[in-house]
């Protein structure tokens, strides 16, 4: 009997010494979970990092504090040396859940930020990326809820719009490269404060390269890019204003007809975009007797709905932001054309035709 509980005991003992020395380990770790830049009015960076440290209470048991600390210096190297003299402990930054980046900053490029970061030999390729409305500082300073760490609480509010195609699924890994190649411009989300406790992501930021142009757009026209881009996550919510009235249509289905075409002569580029949405009809406003037709309600879905794309088409040739990625299709399709053009210079020029189609497929309570 004894014999043969050797080889469990073993096992167990194997596992427990491991797990003994790694929460030593952690112990000596400050780990950053949130890390806001900013700019300065002398030309320095300052960075603020939100870090977790985890303090023995003896028996295996920890007190989790969250920690803000700021530093300045011309570069994120600098920075992070400044900051890991501050916290006792060793600082680890390749684990943090979001970047978030202040707009002012962000209108100077991010791609130097964001190197250091992407560089690391154990970067966490994961992490969000944000764009700040006013100082990044200010979002990590809000204070945390419930005890969890307010880095955390960003990201699965990141989560929960990616989930409703209110923001596009995009981290650290993807966005670099989607900045590194000149066929396609980014977007991302813009995180604002509402009050001295409360944070909210209800817009996108247009870029052109890596250069965030300071072009915003709504709630509402974010959801509508996303679907024109064939992003759409589980569900998407579009409020869709209507002449005395306001629809609140749920997306459940879609489809979409991307084409991109070049006049042989003119050598003049059209960009056609269709989608067709299926969903259900969650409110409508204004209908005191709770009837609805739905053929005649789609067409003016598709009346307003086709508006607000156009809208939203003139914006990204206005900001020269290529979220389509035209220029990739241009660039596989009409190569010898690529060549020869300089896309950021030809991309405003071009033409821009949305449509949206809508198919009603339940009105709920609605007869």
Avoid at 259 to 265: F, I, L, N
Avoid at 327 to 347: A, F, Q
């Amino acid at each position: 009997m004894i014999k043969k509980l050797i080889p469990s005991v073993s096992i167990v003992l194997l596992l427990l010494l491991p797990g003994c020395w790694d929460a030593q380990y952690l112990i000596n770790k400050k780990l950053v979970n949130g890390i806001a830049i900013d700019s300065q009015e002398n030309g320095q960076l300052r960075g603020t990092v939100k870090a977790i440290i985890l303090e023995s209470k003896g028996g295996g048991q920890f007190n989790v504090k969250d920690k803000l600390e700021q530093a300045s210096g011309r570069n994120i190297p600098e920075i992070g040396h400044k900051i890991d003299s501050m916290l006792p402990g060793t600082i680890e930054a390749n684990k943090a859940f979001v970047i978030i980046v202040g707009d002012e900053l962000a209108k100077k490029g991010i791609m130097p930020l964001l190197e250091f970061f992407y560089r690391l030999p154990k970067a966490y390729l994961n992490t969000k990326v944000l764009i700040a409305k006013g100082q990044a500082a200010d979002i990590l300073a809000v204070p945390e809820t419930e005890n969890n760490p307010i880095a955390f609480d960003i990201k699965q509010m990141i989560f929960s719009s990616e989930r409703t195609t209110l923001v596009t699924n995009q981290t650290l890994y993807s966005l670099w490269n989607q900045i590194s190649d000149p066929a396609e411009d980014a977007i991302l989300p813009i995180i604002r404060k509402l009050n001295n406790r409360s944070l909210i992501i209800d817009s996108t930021g247009l870029f052109n390269g890596d250069i965030f142009t300071g072009v915003t757009l709504s709630r509402n026209e974010s959801g509508l890019l996303l679907l024109l881009k064939d992003k759409m996550s589980n569900v998407a919510w579009l409020d869709v204003p209507l002449e005395t009235n306001v629809v609140s249509f749920e997306v459940r289905k879609m489809k979409r007809k991307f084409e991109v075409t070049v006049d042989e002569q003119t050598q003049s580029i059209e960009s056609n975009i269709r989608i067709d949405l299926y969903g259900n009809i969650v409110s409508y406003t204004g209908n005191p007797d709770w009837s609805v037709n739905p053929s005649q309600l789609s067409k003016e879905l598709e009346k307003s709905l086709s508006k607000q794309a156009i809208a939203v088409t003139d914006t990204l040739l206005q900001a020269n932001c290529d979220a389509f990625g035209i220029g990739r299709k241009l660039k596989v399709s009409h190569s010898g054309l690529w060549k020869k053009i300089d896309w950021k210079t030809k991309y405003p020029q071009i033409k821009l035709k949305p449509e949206v189609r809508v198919h009603i497929t339940s009105t709920g309570a609605l007869k």
